[in-house]
């Protein structure tokens, strides 16, 4: 019996009414950093006039967690929870199913306090084969959630792993956040030695530091999503549902906090060395993913623009699909990579 049956009562219609606003605010509302950038556009690659390949030549696959994918993009966690949600996610499901992508969900702890909900996140009858990624805070292990409830996770949609977010600032700013995050490493370090498959640690818009990189690989963590600043911001998001001025002031304070992404990758890379290191926030096109597989990323999400496309239509994600895999080829074609293992060593210049 999970530990947090008890909960779920109070909890539930506060969590889904959370990620019913959270859809809302991403699709209507700029929530961008105002000035914070990825870093990304300070890196450019070394062209290469004369690559001797054709772009018939360049191979985007990658192998990760025993699973070959087409490219090395991740159609990053974003949602769950309500029926428009339900909608998205099948969208976005079958988009990696037929690109060969990997996909992760959004938090599942309203459908771990109300069953009812599972059916939105589930979306392996239309992507039977993706590498498909469940989802759960982190915080909620000091909470009442453990391994139990993570496997719940798993199994509630056949995934191949777990992610465990970590989003103190956004819960901080948040009325109904959960601050309590003291003794959270041994509580990760406990899933990690239990759960049968890999567990994947990411932050959720202000980036991984070296420092807790080497904390969470000493703990057992499969892979490192460092998940930078410069796209999506998640202080901006809870300031436009702030239901005060006191906790709208708060929020908007940290508009501009985090790590960007180009130097948290750098940074994760150095404190997990023999990890996977995920690179999303503010990736927006091909060239993106190929400085980020450059700096040391394994594979790279993207959240914000492959929600809008999916909210329009079918049709408008596949075709944003396209476009950012294309772009990425041409990148590799351009600096004389013809497999994403010679991208990793492709040398960029930094402006």
């Known amino acids: 019996m999970s530990k947090v049956t008890g909960r779920e009562n109070r909890q539930s219609p506060d969590t889904s009414q959370r990620k019913a606003d959270h859809i809302r605010i991403n699709l209507e509302e700029d929530v961008r950093f105002p000035h914070l950038t990825t870093g990304l556009e300070r890196y450019r690659f070394v062209h290469c006039a004369l690559p001797e390949l054709n772009l018939s030549d360049i191979d985007t696959t990658i192998r990760l967690f025993g699973k070959i994918l087409k490219a090395p993009l991740l159609v990053s966690s974003m949602t769950g929870g309500t029926s428009q949600a339900q909608s998205i996610n099948r969208r976005l499901a079958a988009a990696a199913q037929a690109h060969g992508l990997a996909m992760g969900v959004g ?12 059916e939105t996140f589930q979306v392996r009858s239309v992507a039977p084969d993706i590498l498909l990624f469940a989802n759960l805070g982190a915080v909620q292990l000091n909470l009442g959630y453990d391994a139990e409830n993570c496997m719940q996770a798993v199994e509630m949609i056949e995934a191949d792993a777990l992610i465990l977010h970590l989003n103190v600032l956004q819960e901080s700013v948040q009325p109904e956040g959960e601050t ?10 406990q899933v990690c030695r239990v759960l049968p498959v890999p567990v994947i640690a990411k932050e ?7 420092p807790v990189a080497r904390r969470l690989a000493g703990v057992g963590v499969a892979a490192i999503d460092v998940a930078g600043s410069g796209g999506t911001s998640w202080s901006e998001v809870e300031y436009h549902r702030a239901p ?3 906790h709208a002031r708060v929020a908007h304070a940290f508009a501009d ?22 690179s999303s926030g503010g990736l927006r096109d091909g060239i993106d993913i190929a400085k980020s597989i450059a700096l040391g990323a394994s594979l790279c999400g993207v959240a914000g623009p492959f929600l809008r496309a999916a909210a329009d239509s079918q049709g408008v994600l596949d075709e944003a699909i396209h476009v950012i895999l294309a772009q990425l080829r041409i990148a590799m074609l351009s600096c004389g990579a013809s497999i994403i293992e010679e991208l990793q060593t492709a040398p960029l210049l930094r402006d």
Do not use: H, N
């Open 257 to 278: 906090w985090g790590i960007p992404t180009a130097e948290s990758i750098q940074m994760a890379r150095r404190g997990a060395p023999s990890l996977p290191i995920f």
């Open 180 to 189: 309590q995050w003291a003794g959270l490493l041994d509580r990760i370090e």
């Open 107 to 118: 938090s599942q702890r309203a459908a771990i306090e109300d069953s009812s909900l599972a």
């Open 244 to 246: 005060t001025a006191f």
């Open 204 to 210: 959720v818009g202000w980036g991984i530091s070296e």
